[in-house]
């Protein structure tokens, strides 16, 4: 529902596509799994399908009953199950819905094993635990899976998940481990994430799996979205409701954690944490008003927050404010709110709120 309430998510379609091509650029030797979980990281899951859906090879997912709804919706790609499946109504549908599912231990092995039925040859990504120590079998526990599996009309990858791929112990530890369990495999492989996507080459695999920058978001603490290329896909945009100027001594907000020290203007603007802007975001995280840079001043409320319009004496009630994205109040890479809030982009993407409205952000026609 569009409401008059002026907060927005604007989402660019377009972006997405750019980003999953640049994916495709860097690793032009594999196919690339688009990451669409968490709806598709809160850009909703069907814009994300379909700014994709004559491009990606493949998307990936948790939910088999969504992995369903793109199978009814006419999408042919391979979909992958992140964490394989849950039921026997989940075995079941793998089979018949031809959805590649990983499998990561004996029980769900013979989960599937057990209700598949196996009418039509199955893809399975049998997932190593290699050092993130979540999900995965290890060298002892994969010999098992395998016999078990070679008995079966089964296509299988084998696949890990990078822990530090954007850090600095990198993937080649991992790497190490992958080939040690793997032994003399030499069948299909998926590695890389965004981060070892843009950043090792050498840990790709024949399938990628880009989340993050899909949406437009750095997997990298100290490396922008826009140096490596990435088009902001989400904007998150409102407008000033309310204007006071305050008295040194003032103090703004909730527990009045900001004291204005010279006399100030002060704009609030419509979003909160209700909204899912980070209420942790402190005093100083970034924010677009008319075009203008400034900072948030005190705490974030849950419908409203404050930001300093001393030096924008030009915006009044009504001025549009790019809380995050690139939008007609000025850019705030996404990245950079989520830092000042000692979050990542990703949490502040999934975190926007139900009752924001979504608009599509495309390019005007004509194209003059
Ligand atoms: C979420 C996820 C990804 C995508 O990671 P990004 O850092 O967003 O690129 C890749 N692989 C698996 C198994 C995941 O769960």
């Not at 409401?3 to 994916?23: E, F, G, K, M, W």
């Not at 909730?254 to 909204?275: L, Q, S």
């Not at 802007?277 to 995280?285: L, S």
């Not at 890479?333 to 924001?356: K, Q």
Request: hydrophobic letters at 45%.
């Amino acid at each position: 529902m569009n409401t008059s309430r002026p907060i927005r998510a604007r989402i660019a379609p377009l972006a997405i596509r750019h980003n999953y091509r640049l994916a495709k650029q860097h690793a032009p030797h594999s196919r690339a799994w688009a990451v669409i979980k968490a709806n598709a990281y809160g850009h909703g899951q069907w814009r994300a399908v379909d700014a994709l859906r004559d491009v990606a090879d493949g998307f990936a997912m948790l939910e088999c009953e969504n992995a369903v709804a793109l199978r009814e919706a006419g999408i042919t790609q391979p979909i992958l199950l992140l964490e394989g499946i849950f039921s026997a109504r989940d075995a079941r549908a793998v089979v018949e819905h031809r959805l590649t599912t990983v499998v990561h231990c004996l029980e769900q092995l013979e989960l599937l094993v057990r209700n598949g039925q196996f009418s039509a040859p199955v893809a399975v990504c049998l997932k190593l635990n290699t050092g993130m120590n979540r999900l995965g079998f290890t060298a002892q526990t994969l010999p098992k899976a395998l016999d078990i599996l070679r008995q079966l009309p089964v296509d299988i990858t084998l696949m890990t998940h990078f822990a530090e791929a954007d850090g600095e112990r990198g993937v080649a530890w991992q790497m190490e481990r992958f080939r040690a369990i793997a032994g003399d495999w030499s069948g299909p492989v998926s590695l890389g994430n965004s981060a070892a996507i843009l950043r090792h080459p050498e840990a790709h695999g024949d399938w990628v799996r880009p989340g993050i920058m899909l949406y437009g978001a750095s997997p990298f603490a100290e490396q922008s979205a826009a140096e490596l290329g990435l088009q902001s896909v989400m904007t998150l945009e409102s407008a000033i409701i309310g204007v006071q100027e305050l008295a040194p001594g003032e103090r703004v907000g909730y527990g009045g954690t900001f004291t204005a020290e010279r006399p100030m203007r002060i704009g609030v603007v419509a979003c909160g944490y209700a909204d899912g802007y980070p209420r942790h975001a402190p005093t100083g995280t970034p924010i677009a008003v008319m075009g203008r840079r400034t900072r948030t001043v005190g705490r974030v409320s849950m419908d409203m927050l404050a930001c300093d319009l001393t030096d924008i004496p030009e915006a009044g009630i009504g001025a549009p404010v790019t809380l995050w994205g690139k939008g007609v109040a000025g850019e705030v890479p996404a990245d950079e709110v989520a830092a000042a809030a000692g979050t990542i982009a990703y949490e502040l993407f999934c975190a926007v709120a139900p009752r924001v409205p979504v608009v599509l952000d495309l390019p005007a026609e004509g194209g003059r």
